[in-house]
């Protein structure tokens, strides 16, 4: 397997890891598959060194990930901030994996992070992630765009420190077996390709996934723990989207699906239940780019998606003040729905060719 990561900057990776006792791991806000998988393997590793390791979220994962192996373990930081703090207070190394700048660790860990960054005497951070332009909040940044998911990458990570680590089946007395770890890298890998739909077209994945299975993955579990979940309000919740909402603009291979709380509200709404919807139109022939967006407590929250060579990102960024990857993009929209679907219609000719 090539080893992508600068073989540099893993050295001064390992020697930080190996300096520090207490380490705190952070993924972003609403966590998904690959935040869960990324940030959970890590301290499985860490704990393998002997370190104490915790993971902390921002906000609750959804349903869909609480089987996740150690994911009960993760402090969620929202509903434990005075021990959150002490812990991030207490660390001598924070890794932060799935993401790239500050604001999407949420407002509080954010604004911890940022205020650790301007210390003389910081935390040390280092960055595992895989999105476009990483600020430059980490110490040591193992940045890879090209690398279809976090947790591939914090995989690679281990593998280029130890390239034996995987054949190890011992257990570690915290009770997280190889099982468990290959168990969460695979589920992060699964979920940011979509059922390795899109973004992998790299054989190397294959290999990697191979090695996983070897150490006790159950693949076809994994799917069904992820994508056969949904309660009934969500499947007719996508009915309703499709049926319903969804707009197409022929011309420039585009689909719209917009609602409102309401709307969500009358399918019994549960965090998660949005996941995939967006992904939808694109089974259209000749439907390049989608966007969904709903109603947020105070917000408008919006996914993008296209196809190919065709980035989606620009749109997300520019005009939501959002971002992401090629072809998987989100954003967030202070203002009425009926102002961020205007938005849209007066941009989406110029974002989609
Ligand atoms: P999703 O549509 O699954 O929520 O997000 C797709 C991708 O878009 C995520 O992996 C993340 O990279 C990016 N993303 C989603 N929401 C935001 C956001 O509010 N800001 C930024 N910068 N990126 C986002
Ligand atoms: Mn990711």
Redesign the pocket.
């Known amino acids: 397997m090539k080893q992508i990561i600068d073989s540099q900057i893993v050295e001064q990776a390992d020697q930080l890891i190996q300096q520090s006792e207490r380490i705190v791991i952070i993924t972003h806000i609403s966590p ?1 598959g690959d935040a869960m998988g990324s940030s959970l393997a890590m301290k499985w590793y860490l704990q393998q060194r002997d370190k104490q390791a915790q993971v902390i979220i921002p906000n609750a994962y959804p349903d869909f990930l609480a089987w996740i192996p150690g994911v009960t373990d993760a402090l969620i930081y929202e509903k434990n901030v005075e021990q959150g703090t002490a812990l991030l207070e207490q660390a001598n190394l924070i890794i932060i994996t799935d993401f790239q700048e500050a604001k ?1 660790a949420g407002d509080a860990i954010g604004a911890w992070l940022l205020a650790n960054q301007a210390k003389e005497e910081r935390t040390p951070v280092i960055m595992i992630d895989h ?1 476009l332009h990483p600020s430059d909040l980490a110490d040591i940044t193992i940045s890879h765009p090209e690398c279809p998911s976090a947790s591939e990458l914090v995989y690679r990570f281990i593998h280029q420190l130890d390239p034996s680590f995987h054949q190890s089946t011992n257990s570690h007395e915290s009770g997280a077996s190889i099982h468990q770890f290959s168990t969460c890298v695979y589920t992060g890998m699964m979920t940011d390709t979509g059922n390795f739909q899109y973004n992998s077209n790299n054989p190397e994945m294959y290999e990697i996934v191979a090695d996983l299975m070897r150490a006790g993955v159950d693949k076809d579990e994994c799917y069904n723990k992820v994508f056969n979940q949904f309660h009934t309000g969500r499947m007719r919740l996508v009915g309703y989207c499709l049926y319903r909402k969804m707009r197409i603009f022929p011309k420039k291979h585009v689909a719209l699906i917009a609602l409102s709380s309401e709307e969500l509200k009358q399918f019994n709404f549960q965090s998660g239940d949005a996941e995939g919807i ?1 992904n939808m139109p694109l089974q259209i022939s000749k439907v390049y780019y989608s966007c969904f967006m709903r109603e947020d407590t105070d917000k408008i929250k919006l ?2 998606r296209s196809q190919g060579d065709r980035p989606i990102n620009h749109f ?1 960024h520019d005009i939501y003040n ?4 090629k072809n ?5 929209f202070y203002g009425s729905l009926k102002d961020a679907v205007r938005l849209f219609l007066e941009n989406y000719e110029k974002y989609c060719e």
Do not use: I, L, M, Q
């Open positions: 998904d999407r999105h967006v996914s993008f997300a959002g971002g992401g990857h998987a993009a989100g954003g967030e």
